[in-house]
């Protein structure tokens, strides 16, 4: 199978999403001189081409792509095609209405915006084969195609007669027989018994709540048909041009895609990040969407879209100060990312659109914004001895996304529980730690991980669970939150409220009730290591240990001197339970204590509050978020590969600034690693 690796040999590949066809042909030459002054090594073409491509059914246009592919080739830029499917042209929705996808009432779904499809529909499957392998065809051999981008931001719901028909198959496959559906459903509450499958519809809106394992079953589903439209393009490029890897674009911690499954069918993993320059915790986030990307990847992966600047999708929508695009984009070599990319080349002049940032905004290459995307285009040529490397992690949080559909049913305790707040949260209090943490999904062999985190995982399989036991069991250090292991794979609750080896392990005999918090409503809670104590808030539990020490109480309100914090030993290992979510000071101390008692540390003793610092390999990034300057003591001497500049004893860090550290005795300390590609030796 294809690799990043055959795609970036030994570069960090930069670049962004490149859309011609807004622009008349003297820009296509304005945009390689530009983009070879930038030190842009890669463009992702195509993606909203389909109009354009086919601009009538089964009519091709393919003479400008031509055109475009040759310059860019000539330029010496490589390409990452992409597959047009994500946006079909109003002929499709036009000639053939059953494509469009209908809400959950029924309403069509109209083109004029983009995603307009139902990934059901044999008819915009079959048209989009036929791009793909005309696609794969014209420009399998095209000397600049060295990768594929495939539709984008996978995301669509239809809940239409053509769906139904699918979703009856699918759960033909899951369940076998209609008892087994009737079981798993729990179809005997509120008399909704089937006894036919063609009885059986996605969760439509209804007079009240719908059946939640229905519902589960249809985010299950429709994460499956559309990886189902992702795979037949994908066979078709495999098939056709074995040599080019193939990815799609995942959007951050989203919801609607099983992220695990999906990572499994790419030979490289691609993300979109945008963390919003107000947020003061916009640093953390970005983080765990990378750490989050790279566990997915299971090595190096792809930052195919970030803004030079300001979105427009947001009610306000901020500029990068100077030298945060700069910081954050290092932030994800840190990470792991092996390709820098943007959203977009050019910022267009028309559309939805215009005011969102590109690489080239719309005051021209003399722009701040421009000037900065070509310092960081000529730095970026200095990593490539941190390309492959890896990220070394000591810690995991458990994720998974049937745990996330299932908490987000109608019904529950709390319409507050916001599942990724609460991950965002808890991967906060690590980061901040700088103890560098993988995700991983709960059936994942967890033995090297001397610390392993739970947020919260209302979900947990029996394999699950005894991989939890099995962990603590042998040694690990496992920090357990709130609502988690209460219900199967079929969202049934588990008897007792809580798993009963979920118990044991913890030390817990009963949660009595869970007490969920409203807005404003907090609880406060003390312990040798709270000494001050602590606010909570969101979810707090009345609770009954067993064989677990409490080393935080509640005081006051309803729960008065109840447990907050638990700690058992169990086996050779030892359980925490938190069954609330602590503000962050307290939270950040609580995996702190964890790891501390597991031999977890930081990368580096004393590092000032806002620098991250990080592994890649031998090479150690240091990165200011702080607002401050910020300076971090070295243990020893080390060579910033940026500037080549030597650090003795300790390294100076003005706000938004980073460098990259490689030990003195580093194969390359000076500077890039070897590098052969075109643009190298013709600029
Ligand atoms: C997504 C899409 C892009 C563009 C950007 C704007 O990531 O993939 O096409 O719309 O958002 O931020």
């Not at 496992?478 to 079929?490: H, I, Q, R, S």
């Amino acid at each position: 199978m294809p690799e990043l690796s055959d795609v970036t040999r030994g570069r960090i590949l930069y670049g962004g999403d490149y859309n011609p066809e807004q622009w008349p042909r003297s820009v296509w030459r304005e945009d390689v001189r530009l983009m070879r002054e930038a030190r842009v090594t890669t463009a992702t073409v195509g993606v909203f081409s389909w109009a354009r491509l086919e601009p009538r059914p089964g009519a091709r246009d393919f003479g400008w792509l031509d055109e475009v592919l040759d310059l860019l080739h000539e330029g010496g830029i490589e390409v990452c095609l992409a597959t047009p499917t994500a946006s079909p042209p109003p002929w499709m929705g036009a000639r053939h209405p059953e494509t469009l996808p209908r809400d959950e009432s029924g309403a069509t779904v109209w083109y004029g915006a983009r995603n307009q499809f139902c990934a059901s529909s044999p008819i915009y499957c079959e048209y989009a084969l036929r791009i793909t392998e005309d696609l794969a065809e014209r420009y399998g051999g095209h000397p600049a195609v060295r990768m594929w981008h495939v539709g984008n931001e996978y995301g669509t719901h239809c809940w239409c007669d053509t769906t139904a028909r699918h979703f009856r198959r699918w759960l033909r496959t899951r369940y076998g027989g209609l008892d087994a559906l009737n079981e798993a459903w729990g179809t005997a509450f509120w008399s909704q018994r089937y006894d036919s499958w063609e009885e059986i519809i996605p969760p439509r809106r209804a007079q009240y709540l719908v059946n939640p394992t229905q519902a589960l079953d249809f985010r299950r589903f429709t994460s499956d048909a559309l990886l189902e439209c992702f795979t037949t393009e994908r066979d078709v490029l495999a098939d056709r041009t074995p040599h080019a890897p193939v990815t799609t674009n995942f959007m951050p911690l989203f919801i609607g895609q099983d992220g695990w499954a999906w990572a499994a069918e790419e030979d490289v993993v691609s993300v979109d990040v945008y963390p919003d320059p107000k947020d003061p915790h916009a640093a953390a986030y970005g983080a765990m969407v990378q750490d989050l990307t790279r566990s997915q990847a299971g090595g190096p992966w792809v930052l195919m879209e970030q803004a030079a600047g300001p979105v427009n999708w947001r009610g306000v929508n901020h500029p990068k100060p100077p030298g945060l695009m700069r910081l954050w984009s290092l932030q994800a070599v840190a990470r792991g990312a092996d390709v820098v990319c943007f959203f977009q080349w050019r910022q267009s002049r028309q559309g939805s659109e215009k005011f969102h940032s590109g690489m080239v905004p719309h005051a021209g290459e003399h722009s701040r914004t421009f000037q900065q995307v070509r310092g960081l285009g000529a730095e970026l040529r200095r990593l490539g001895g941190v390309v492959g490397r890896g990220v070394p992690a000591g810690a995991a949080i458990l994720h998974d996304w049937h745990a996330w559909w299932a908490t987000v049913q109608d019904g529950r305790p709390s319409a507050r529980l916001d599942y990724p707040q609460v991950v965002r949260a808890w991967h906060r209090a690590l980061w901040e730690q700088n103890l560098t943490t993988d995700f991983a999904h709960p059936h994942a062999d967890l033995t090297d991980y001397a610390l392993v985190a739970v947020p919260q995982l209302y979900l947990l399989t029996d394999e699950a669970l005894d991989n939890l036991v099995g962990y603590v069991r042998g040694g690990g250090t496992l920090v357990c939150g709130f609502f988690t292991g209460v219900a199967d794979e079929d969202d049934r609750v588990r008897p007792g409220g809580v798993d009963q080896r979920l118990r044991d392990l913890l030390g817990i005999r009963t949660v009595h009730e869970w007490w969920p918090l409203d807005e404003g409503e907090t609880v406060t809670a003390h312990g040798p290591s709270w000494p001050a104590g602590f606010t909570a808030t969101l979810w707090s539990e009345d609770l009954e240990p067993s064989t677990a020490e409490t080393v935080a109480r509640i005081k006051g309100g309803e729960l008065d001197g109840g447990p907050a914090i638990t700690r058992n030993r169990h086996g050779a290992g030892t359980a925490w339970y938190v069954s609330t979510l602590p503000e962050p000071a307290a939270l950040r101390a609580l995996p702190a204590r964890a790891a501390d008692e597991a031999g977890l540390r930081p990368p580096l003793p004393g590092l000032p509050e806002g620098v991250e610092a990080v592994f890649r390999g031998e090479h150690l990034f240091l990165l200011n978020h702080g607002r401050t300057p910020a300076v971090v003591p070295l243990p020893s001497a080390r060579t910033d590969l940026l500037t080549g500049r030597v650090y003795d004893t300790e390294v100076g860090l003005d706000r938004s600034a980073a460098v990259v550290l490689a030990p003195l005795d580093s194969p390359h300390p000076k500077g890039a690693a070897p590098c052969t590609e075109r643009l190298e030796s013709s600029s």
